[in-house]
């Protein structure tokens, strides 16, 4: 039997990811190239292995052609931007994303504002963010992407409703909160961070929380309020004594704020599976975009 009050992203972005298949198919029969993905890998983080393969898996399931340039550990910052010099140029990269963290000696911000915002598929350069804080189209990023999506397609109502936001990262809590408060979306949002006082006071006012603090399990049920809707974005690995020796929590104590909401996203199979989704919603655009 299907639970109404769990957000299941596993299925949603199934969902999508077969819109987004039959797009590519038609594409093709129109005698067009396959949507073309690539990621720049420098070194061998694990996290950064693992999301490069499942980037790879996902594009090649929904038909789009995917390459990964590898380049080691002791890369210098200048093979890094010759790097994305040439995709910026190669006609047949319709996008590609620079996968981080990168090594301690590259300059993050230099590499990431070298890419061509036209193909700028994760949303990163200070062109998409300005265009994003406008409400123009642009490249958004894929996690703030994946969750409108998850509330538009549970039917979540946002326009005046109250969201807190706890979290201020570049690459999530900050530009959830733009877009979520923008003309036409039209929640009210606050948004909450490390150095908040007494953040139960803020958690508890939301309709809508969403929380990507980085702290396992830190949202109790004292902290939500009754019939909200909560989107959890965390993810953490918590070691125990089960036979694979770990099992993963979010940034929301599950078990116990399910009992008071109307939504909840678990995790796995929340927000995370739609970051990949996004990705390739921005290569399609990419792709129509710039041909
Ligand atoms: N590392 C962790 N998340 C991301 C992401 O969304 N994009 C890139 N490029 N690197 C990441």
Known sequence: MTDNKIIDGKLIAETIKKEIAAKVADMIDHGQDAPHLAAVLVGEDGASLTYVASKEKACHCVGMISSVYRLSEKASEEEVLNT??????????????????????????????????????????????????????????????????????????????????????????????????????????TMC?????????????????IVAMGQPEHIKADMVKEGAVVIDVGIHRIKDDSEKGYHIVGDVDYKEVYKKVSKITPVPGGVGPMTIVSLLHNTLLAAKKNR
């Open 193 to 209: 961070h490390s150095k908040t006082e007494n953040l139960g006071e803020f958690t508890r006012q939301a309709d809508i929380l």
């Open 84 to 189: 994305i010099n040439f995709l910026n140029n190669d006609p047949e990269i319709d996008g590609f994303i620079v996968q981080l963290p990168m090594p301690k000696h590259i300059n993050e911000t230099k590499v990431i504002q070298s890419i061509n915002s036209n193909k700028d598929v994760d949303g990163f350069t200070l062109s998409n963010i300005g265009l994003m804080q406008l409400g123009e189209p642009c490249f958004l990023p894929a996690t703030p992407y994946g969750i409108m999506e998850l509330l538009k397609r549970s039917n979540v109502e946002i326009a005046g409703k109250h969201i807190v936001v706890v979290g201020r990262s570049n690459i999530v809590g900050t530009p959830v909160s733009v877009m979520l408060s923008r003309k036409g979306i039209d929640a009210t949002v």
